[in-house]
């Protein structure tokens, strides 16, 4: 029999503690959960999912618009903010309770409150103390606001779901896909957006031609965007407005400021020095391949060790750690060709090299590339166009990475990511029979290259 009250317990209730505390206990392992907030995490709660309803939303306002190209006509519609807000919340409030209810179900015990360590095998919640064998620590991140005069002024991306009012004019901080997405979203809800960004172009680390491509397509579409532009100081007036003080000397005035300047892995309160744990320049709780720490007894994963922060990784991560603790696993968590979405307006969806990063591991890639406008839009009236593109290793015809930039974007690249992964090469793409008529068919029907390059040289 155990000395311990549990063989694990988990601090966090976020994706990947949930899905690692399931997984243990259909393992036969003696789990608990401690969560502060609501089960689900930042994904559930405030990110993903209420992020994604809200996309769909603006989404429908340009479908209004659009409509009359194909035969709908009606009135202008009228957008109703609490409506969505609190149909948000609703949907959001059900999954909270499956959530609880999987827990309960694999017999997981799940405590309400903050937890923090005492020591490598103690926690404590809300004044009570328990043991494990081992403990796990999946807090996640939390945003991170410029420190600022003004800056309790700024809203985070926690608070942009719940507004009591929509406002009129909306200024967004930050290049991140955060600030991208939701700049999207409110433009699409009637709101004048500006988005300023301290760099030369937003979404760093994502491919240069469709971080140009998405620019140009927002700011068609009537979002200000403004590249190599910081906030220096907030003002709020006696009307409730506020004045944005910009680092080249400029103001603009405002109603809502959300900043969206990056997010820091949540360790507060969480007891770290206690038990001795060690985390990295950045605040990350440092791991190794299976997700344990510097203690034996502690093991972290999700965002609070700032690999990559995705709900999909973060789950995987889990799923890796029970079957290396529980069912003898030896096979690390392979973090290549992870695809992923930003779901801006227009969408992005991407897997493997951006072509950046290709032509620093490749000795030549060939580019392929398209940029049209879809069959959609013959009838809709908007110039939106789409871009799609794919690096290919000269040397062996691999496909290393996959782009697009346009609608459906996540869903189409989710497809080509198994390909991907499978060690797809361009010849296998050409004799795939495209599906007529989609935009995805151009990804197998791009024939002719648009140029070749190579880290040497300029593009042939």
């Not at 995490?41 to 939303?57: D, E, F, M, S």
């Not at 194909?70 to 909270?96: C, H, M, T, Y």
């Not at 006696?238 to 910009?246: E, I, K, R």
Request: glycine share 10%; with cysteine.
């Amino acid at each position: 029999m155990s000395n311990y009250d549990y063989d694990l317990f988990v601090i966090g209730a976020g994706s990947g503690g949930v899905r690692t505390a399931r997984m243990a206990a259909a393992e036969g392992v003696k789990v608990a959960i401690a969560e502060k907030s609501k089960p689900g995490g930042t994904c559930v709660n405030l990110g993903c999912v209420p992020k994604k309803l809200y996309v769909h939303a603006a989404e429908y306002g340009a479908g209004f618009l659009q409509a009359p190209g194909f035969g709908w006509q009606s009135q202008a519609p009228l957008f109703e903010w609490p409506v969505l807000r609190d149909n948000k919340s609703e949907a959001i409030s059900k999954l909270n309770g499956m959530y609880g209810e999987m827990l309960s179900n694999v017999g997981v015990e799940m405590f309400d409150g903050h937890a923090r360590l005492l020591d490598a095998h103690r926690v404590n919640v809300n004044g009570k103390e328990f043991s494990a064998e081992r403990i796990l620590l999946a807090t996640g991140g939390q945003p991170s606001l410029p420190e600022i005069p003004g800056q309790e002024h700024l809203l985070s991306s926690d608070q942009i779901f719940d507004l009591e009012q929509l406002p009129k004019r909306m200024l967004i901080v930050g290049g991140g896909y955060i600030a991208t997405e939701f700049a999207g979203i409110f433009h699409g809800l009637g709101v004048e957006v500006t988005q300023i960004y301290r760099r030369d172009l937003f979404l760093r680390g994502f491919d240069t031609e469709v971080r140009e491509f998405v620019a140009k397509q927002m700011q068609k579409k009537g979002i200000d965007l403004r590249f190599n532009c910081d906030l220096s100081s907030v003002v709020k007036a006696t009307d409730g407005s506020f004045t944005a003080q910009l680092k080249d000397g400029s103001s603009l005035q405002t109603d809502l400021i959300l900043a969206a300047t990056g997010r820091r892995p949540n360790t507060h309160n969480l007891g770290l020095e206690k038990a001795a744990v060690e985390v990295n320049q950045q605040g990350a709780v440092i791991v190794d391949d299976f997700y344990q720490t510097n203690v034996p007894s502690i093991y972290a994963l999700g965002d609070l060790i700032d690999r990559v922060q995705l709900t999909p990784v973060a789950l995987a991560e889990g799923m890796t750690l029970v079957k290396h603790l529980y069912q003898g696993g030896t096979e690390p968590f392979d973090y290549s060709l992870i695809p992923t979405a930003v779901f801006s307006q227009p969408n992005i969806g991407t897997v493997g090299l951006t072509e950046e990063e290709a032509i620093e591991q490749y000795p030549q890639i060939d580019v392929y590339s398209t940029n049209f406008r879809s069959l959609k839009h013959a009838l809709s009236g908007s110039g939106e166009r789409v871009l799609m593109k794919l690096l290919v290793d000269s040397a062996t015809d691999k496909v290393v990475g996959a782009h697009m930039a346009g609608e459906g974007a996540g869903e189409t690249i989710q497809g080509i990511a198994t390909a991907l992964k499978a060690g797809a090469t361009k010849t296998h793409f050409d004799k795939t029979i495209g599906i007529h008529p989609t935009s995805a068919e151009e990804f197998v029907t791009m024939r002719s290259k648009i140029r070749t390059v190579s880290k040497n040289s300029q593009p042939a």
